[in-house]
């Protein structure tokens, strides 16, 4: 059996776990819980991961000795999108599996990955990510929050605010950026801990979005405690995996983030056909774009996951984010322009209370994850060598 014949016999696969798996109760959640719907259907999310996990497609990437399947690259797509076309629910656990996991694989040791690996695998604990601060948004360098060593327990103390954290009110440990080292600026001085969340000194309030969920929190940390053994790296070590971390985040999922969005573009003309929109030259003219745009984003991303190393490559991968978020950004926008004023009215059609739910959310894409601002300059420093923009000091 050639590649390409084993490839469509694994999506066949996975095509028909999803049709059998995903009905009865777990219908309800089908193209449910994605972004600015984050916080849907908790309890059923979460008995859909331990479905998946009973079905060995939880953590389908990680290698086989961690009781994963050990997917090729290849594969990995394949699930994703065949994932997002059945409409396979958000994940719950995927800031363990797409970023805890491979992290500890990478840098943890033999007892965290013992303690924590097998948690995420069976669905059963759930994380949340402290990077992001009032004050240190895309720029992580400038980040607030404390670490201090007990010197009687070994402990951690941890004091300040994380913010905009997904899901953390959903979660069970959080993994935390902080400022080890007294007097350090900028990526020196860093530690990373994982902590739980529900312990004295930790409080989560939830931030209401314009859509009307709260799937982000603030999360407050005033004495709260990391334990010696759950350092990841060395102290000092933070900055190095933290950004290690955010190169997963970029990874495989991109692909079925983007199976999401070819559904979201095809409501749009398949509404855009029923109401008429579709006559109009102009309509038809952003249609086109918002094709091409994501046959684009497809190349760029596989791509990027082929790991190639050139300048050009190199680029390319620096450009992805601020190409999907502007280009989702302004599909929000085509939907609202094809709805026209039935954009704006309630009524029972769940098609067009996705695209408002969808225009609201975009509206953060160009800002979460790394402002424009912030990636034109990464693209300009980085990828073309230009002159690095003044920055004050902290």
Known sequence: MSAVQSLEEFRRQVAAWMAEHL?????????????????????????????????????????????????????????????????????????????????????????????FLPGIREGREFWAQGYSEPDAGSDLGNIKTRARLDPETGDWIVTGQKVWTSLAHLSDWIFVLARCEEGSVGPKGLIFLLMPLKQPGIEIHPIRQIGGGAEFNS??????????????????????????????????????????????????????????????????????????????????????????????????RLGYKYHWSNWHRDLGKLGMDVMGFDGVIINDDHRREQLRQMFFFTRSDTVYGGTNEIQLNIIAERGLGMPKEPRGKA
């Not at 959640?29 to 060995?56: F, S």
């Not at 999360?219 to 010696?228: K, M, P, Q, T, Y």
């Not at 095809?266 to 745009?293: C, H, K, S």
């Open 23 to 115: 009905t009865g109760r777990f219908a309800e959640l089908k193209h449910r819980g994605h972004a600015g719907d984050g916080d849907a259907l908790p309890d059923l999310r979460r008995e859909w991961e331990q479905e998946l996990a009973a079905g060995r497609w939880t953590c389908p990437g990680w290698p086989q000795e961690y009781g994963c399947r050990g997917l090729s690259v290849a594969e990995q797509v394949v699930f994703q999108e065949e994932y997002a076309r059945a409409g396979g629910p958000g994940r719950l656990g995927h800031i363990g599996e797409g970023l805890v996991g491979p992290t500890l694989i990478a840098f943890g040791t033999e007892e965290q990955k013992k303690r």
């Open 219 to 316: 999360v407050f940390f005033d004495g709260a405690r990391a334990s010696a053994d759950c350092v990841v790296g060395q102290p000092g070590d933070g900055w190095k995996i933290a950004m290690t971390l955010l190169s997963f985040e970029r990874g495989i999922s991109t692909l079925g983030q983007q199976l999401g969005f070819t559904q979201e573009l095809a409501t749009i003309v398949e509404i855009a056909r029923e109401n008429g929109a579709a006559q109009n030259p102009a309509i038809r003219a952003r249609l086109a774009r918002a094709w091409a745009g994501l046959r684009a984003m497809r190349y760029m991303a596989i791509r990027s996951l082929e790991g190639g190393t050139s300048a050009e490559e190199e680029l390319e």
